[in-house]
Nanobody, 116 residues
């Protein structure tokens, strides 16, 4: 069974950091690009960061450049999102996404709340 599971969310103060993890099961992550996306209350889901299968091509949304870092450990079948200098506007449910056999798979998400 193909599954993506996000973890690492929580409540953090502005300026703080969190590291999110996306673990895959049922397929091999290493041959596929993976993206992190987020959806804030009342807003559409948006792309945050994307990493190619080997990690050589990385893209970030402008609003997170310089603060977030996406990385992957293919041996652990896991992709990470290191988030630094978090802002209240980063509050959202964060989802990872990857394609497998033409199907787009999403995890259930992990909630990040940035608040004092």
């Amino acid at each position: 069974q193909v599954q993506l599971v996000e973890s690492g969310g929580g409540l953090v103060q502005p300026g703080g950091s969190l590291r999110l993890s996306c673990a895959a099961s049922g397929f091999t992550f290493s041959w596929r690009a993976v993206s992190w996306n987020r959806q804030a209350p009342g807003k559409e889901r948006e792309l945050v960061a994307r990493i190619s299968s080997a990690g050589g091509i990385i893209n970030y949304a402008d609003v997170v450049k310089g603060r977030f870092t996406i990385s992957r450990d293919n041996a652990k079948n896991t992709v990470y999102l290191q988030m630094n200098n978090l802002k209240p506007e980063d509050t959202a449910v964060y989802y990872c996404n990857s394609l497998f056999n033409g199907v787009s798979y999403w995890g259930k998400g992990t909630l990040v709340t940035v608040s004092s």
